[in-house]
């Protein structure tokens, strides 16, 4: 249980959350097969086959979110209402206009829907209530909304917000690059993407970051939107200027620690989600210090 993209979120207060009465609330909601005229269909499913809605390890819950989608390409859509459009024009003489040619697209949606493959994929999230974290492992923030939504709709009054900082990452970044420094507990690795007013954009991989082109950029007002670091030697990850953690690696020497403590699946699935969960409160930490603090709600 390896996160690999961090949506971080800020809950209100540190403190204790029952996994039995949080399954109950997620069990209203829970993942249906999609229906033969359903695009798409979201609920609630175990993170382990076959076990709770919520697992716990030393009071750290993992929720998943399951989602079904019927594939329709549009160009399948697009292909078939072409088809019927050009019967409708032989047999009555006539050309289909705009209007009806949409309700055509329509029509020939839901006749496809029933026959089209279904994708599933699942999202995950840490809900850490002694430190006040909820983190999804998410690339995109969308998906992590789309769990988040779907979380306040299922646990009445549950509150969490996107984490912000004293200092914006993208001013914090620059920072460092431009100095040649990382913060405390940090070190800058090899990727970088810096960011123009205009839009353009410069990127630079498995480059190193102290040459003179690099700070002439940042000179003429470029900023970094992306940076690669490794934490305390433990995590490696690229910051972006939203505050994600993308491309998370914890490092073979942490994982190692684990690896020859037992050979049950479940028992090591709990391992690693424990080790994770426990690097991670740590790194949010001196991250927090780093961008100087947290912003006040």
Known sequence: MWFKNLCIYRLPAAGRI???ALAAQLA??????????????IGW?????????????NHQLLVALGAEQKLLPASVVNQFARERAAEIAEAEGRKVGRKEMREIREQMTLELLPRAFVRR?????????VHGWLV???????????????????????????????????AAMTGWVASGEAPGGF?????????????????????????????????DGKTATRLAMTWSDRVSFV???????????????????????SDDADERFD????????????????????LGGEQAA
């Not at 209203?28 to 269909?41: E, F, I, M, V």
């Not at 499913?45 to 390890?57: I, T």
């Not at 994929?121 to 209530?129: E, K, V």
């Not at 810096?194 to 480059?207: F, I």
Request: hydrophobic share 45%; net charge negative; with cysteine.
């Open 136 to 170: 999804v492992d998410a690339a995109a923030i969308g998906k992590a909304e789309e769990l988040l939504e779907l979380l306040r709709k299922s646990v009445d009054g549950f509150a969490a917000r996107l984490l912000k900082t004293g200092q914006s990452p993208a």
């Open 18 to 20: 029952d996994p039995a």
């Open 28 to 41: 209203q909601r829970t993942l249906q097969s999609c229906g033969a005229s359903d695009a798409q269909s």
């Open 45 to 57: 499913v175990p993170p382990r086959d076959g076990g709770d809605l919520v697992h716990a390890v």
């Open 239 to 261: 910051l972006t200027e939203d505050l994600q953690l993308k491309r998370l690696a914890f490092l073979d020497l942490l994982k190692e620690q684990n690896e020859n403590q």
């Open 121 to 129: 994929r699942t999202t995950f999230a840490w809900i850490d209530p």
């Open 187 to 219: 070190t800058l690795d090899q990727d970088l993407e810096l960011r123009s007013a205009e839009d353009a954009k410069v990127r630079y991989v498995k480059h190193a970051l102290e040459g003179e082109e690099i700070r002439r950029h940042i000179a």
């Open 271 to 290: 391992l690693d989600f424990a080790l994770m969960a426990g690097e991670l409160a740590r790194l949010f930490d001196d991250l927090l210090a780093a």
